[in-house]
Structure formats: structure tokens, C-alpha cells
């Protein structure tokens, strides 16, 4: 197989996925909720750390399967058309609690699937280059992020928030096939036999055997404290950005697809470059200067007033974002022993995904509290948001 079409066709599955974060988690499923529905933002947070919760307990488990069989790709397609599938049915949904139950099931789709598009990077990149792989991937997700809004805002426009879902699941699945379809997996066959439960055994003891001695990885067990941390604050930021610039910064709503693709295009060029720089100087210093410009950004969102300043806010915020995953994907392969690497990363979901459950908690759970001090609680939130990213950092510089 032609490595490039093997890194392309791995990229696309970013493309693809990206689609669903922004459409669905970031933007219209979040709008549809607390706008169309007017319920309030702690009822969309206990959904999405809900399904979050449920994919951080399943993620590692998953992971280490897929390491005894030696298979990614049957698990990623499984998980992705679960995603597809759930985005679609929410459009069908008129009632509120549906579309939540549709929304938790397609975002755990989305969260698994994710583990084990990650485990492949491994096996798409040469030594010395994973970092520039992941990048292509992030940057080619940015596109996606783009493309997405330009394919589906069209429905909305028209239709409302409720139209955004059936064709945000269709453009998903199809521009994942290539990853499906061309990206070959070079295990060496193993002989799992499925008639016993021997295999569910095997993962069951090498997960509580890494659970039990994961301080034998000292640097790996850093850096999941520090991701932990600061992914609290990042995963929040991707959640309710728009509620957030809706609500305070009234940004119509043509603005704010508009502000999202300048925000895209930024992370597009930032993934692409900080893949390199993350190859020259390494992961840790390239995440511990990305983290730094995220404390920049939030002290910026909590003292703005003018949509002028999110016009700047918005393009920083897309550069860190697309490098934050560029450099923490590369650090985890860099920190994985190599037969462990689904596992790793299972348990880098499980981090990534506790951190999606406890940071828009502390939101919603903010916001509810704060309520009598009126749009001040917004920004009271983004503080808490910005101790958590100073305190991530404080801990991965001990890596």
C-alpha cells in the first residue's frame, strides 16, 4: 500500500469526525438544547458527561482488547456507523429528553471509535515522524471542521438547529470509508479463539495489572495527571463556546458560523506546523507552550466585552487547539511501550473522556450556582477553566 495514500486516508477519518464535534457537541446540538428547547446548561452537561462517563469506564477495556486480537479497524467501523446512526435519529426527535438519549448514544460511538483511530497512528507513521502524521491528521480535521459547516449550515439556516443532525451523520460516514477502506493494518495474525472466555480474561488481568503498576511508567503516569487537568478545561471549551459567545457576546448566528471557520482555518495551520515543531524539540516542551497560550486565552474571553476581541480570541483558540492534539497524541506514542500502545491510548481516552465528564459539570454547576449574578457567571466559569489549564501545566513540567 502507497504510504501517503495509507496517511491520507488515515487523516480523513479526522475530516470525518470533526464534523460530528463541531456540528453536534460544539455547536447545534448545544444551541438546540439551550436555545430551541430553552432548557438550562447543567441538563446538557449530565447528558454528555453521562455518555463521557460510560465511554471512560469502556474505553481501556476496549483498548486492551484490541491489542490481545490485534485488530483496530473491526472496532473503529463499529463504534463510528453507532455514531452515525444515533446523530441521525436526533433530527427525527422532537422531544427534548429523546434527543438527549440519541446524543449520549451517538457521542459514546464517536468517543470509542476515537480510541482506536488513535492506536492506528502507530502503524501509518515511520519512526521520528509521528508527530508531523498526527499533525496532517489534526490540520486535515480543521478542514473537516470547515467543510462541515459549509455542507450542513445550509439545513440550518433553513430548518433550524434540528436539521443539522441526518446529514452531519451521512458526511461522518462517508468521508471516514477512506480510513475504513485503505488504511491496512500490519499486526501479525494472532489466533484468538472466541469460543472461551479466555480472551476477555487475558484483558481483564492485563488491565488491572497496568492499573496496579502504572507508576512503573512513571512519565506516562505524569503526563495522564496533567492531561486529566488541563483536558478539563480544553474538552469544556470545545462544549460550550457557543453558548458562551451566544449568550454574551451575541454573535448573530451567520457570525457565528463565520467565527468558527476563521477559528477552523487557524487550527488548520497551527496542527499542520506544530506537527513538525512537536518532531524538532519534542512533545512535552511543544504541549507545555500550547497549554501556556491557552492560560493567554482564557484571561482574554474573561475580561473581553467587544465582539471585536473574539475576532482575535477566536484564531488563538483554534491554533491551540489543533496543536493541543497534535502534541499530546504524539507524546502518548512517544510514552507507550509498543505493545501496549491500544491500551495506552485506552487509557488516554479514559482520561481525555473523565475530563469531558467533570469540566462541563463544573460549568453547568456554575453557572447554576452563580445564576442570581447574571451574565458574570459566564466569566467566573472560564476562571475556574483557566486554574485548572495553570494547574495541568504546573504538573506536566515534572514530566
Known amino acids: 500500500m502507497n504510504p501517503k495514500l495509507t496517511i491520507f486516508s488515515w487523516s480523513m477519518y479526522d475530516f470525518a469526525n470533526t464534523i460530528f464535534s463541531m456540528n453536534v457537541i460544539s455547536l447545534y446540538f448545544a444551541l438546540w438544547v439551550t436555545i430551541d428547547k430553552g432548557a438550562p446548561d447543567i ?18 477495556i476496549l483498548g486492551t482488547l484490541s491489542d490481545h486480537v490485534g485488530k483496530r479497524k473491526p472496532f473503529l467501523i463499529t463504534f463510528t456507523s453507532i455514531s452515525c446512526i444515533f446523530t441521525a435519529i436526533i433530527s427525527m426527535m422532537n422531544h427534548l429528553w429523546a434527543g438527549l438519549i440519541c446524543f449520549a448514544l451517538a457521542n459514546f460511538g464517536y468517543q470509542i471509535a476515537d480510541v482506536f483511530y488513535n492506536s492506528l497512528l502507530p502503524q ?20 473537516g471542521t470547515i467543510a462541515g459547516l459549509l455542507l450542513v449550515t445550509p439545513f440550518v439556516l433553513k430548518y433550524g438547529y434540528r436539521a443539522a443532525f441526518i446529514p452531519t451523520g451521512f458526511f461522518f460516514f462517508l468521508f471516514a470509508l477512506p480510513c475504513f477502506l485503505f488504511v491496512k493494518e500490519r499486526f501479525k495474525n494472532r489466533v484468538v479463539s472466541f469460543e472461551k472466555i479466555g480472551i476477555l480474561k487475558q484483558t481483564f488481568t ?32 470545545m462544549v460550550f463556546m ?21 477559528s477552523s482555518t487557524f487550527a488548520i495551520i497551527g496542527s499542520f506546523v506544530v506537527g513538525f515543531i512537536t518532531d524538532k524539540i519534542g512533545p512535552k516542551k511543544t504541549l507545555s ?19 471585536s476581541m473574539f475576532w482575535i480570541i477566536g484564531p488563538l483558540a483554534g491554533i491551540s487547539l489543533g496543536s493541543t492534539w497534535t502534541s499530546a497524541r504524539a507524546l502518548v506514542v512517544q510514552l507507550s511501550p509498543q505493545d501496549m500502545i491500544g491500551e495506552v491510548f485506552g487509557f488516554y481516552g479514559l482520561v481525555g473522556k473523565s475530563a469531558s465528564i467533570i469540566g462541563p459539570l463544573i460549568w453547568g454547576l456554575t453557572v447554576w450556582a452563580f445564576g442570581g449574578l447574571g451574565l458574570i457567571k459566564y466569566r467566573i466559569a472560564i476562571f475556574i477553566l483557566l486554574l485548572f489549564l495553570g494547574l495541568g501545566l504546573m504538573i506536566l513540567q515534572k514530566l
Not at 242 to 262: E, G, Q, R, T
Request: hydrophobic content about 55%; some cysteine; proline content about 3%.
Open 242 to 262: 457557543s453558548v458562551y459567545i451566544k449568550k454574551i457576546v451575541h454573535f448573530s448566528d451567520p457570525a457565528l458560523i463565520s467565527f468558527y471557520i476563521v
Open 289 to 307: 507552550g500550547v497549554l501556556l497560550l491557552w492560560c493567554v486565552i482564557m484571561i482574554l474571553a474573561m475580561v473581553s466585552f467587544h465582539q
Open 124 to 143: 501509518v507513521s515511520k519512526e521520528g515522524h509521528t508527530g508531523r502524521v498526527s499533525g496532517y491528521g489534526v490540520s486535515l480535521g480543521y478542514v
Open 206 to 237: 492485563k488491565l488491572r495489572h497496568t492499573l496496579t503498576h502504572i507508576k512503573n511508567y512513571p512519565a506516562l503516569f505524569t503526563f495522564l495527571i496533567a492531561a486529566f487537568i488541563a483536558l478539563n478545561a480544553v474538552n469544556t471549551v
Open 43 to 60: 441538563l446538557y452537561s449530565i447528558f454528555l458527561s453521562g455518555s463521557m462517563l460510560i465511554a471512560a469506564l469502556t474505553a481501556p
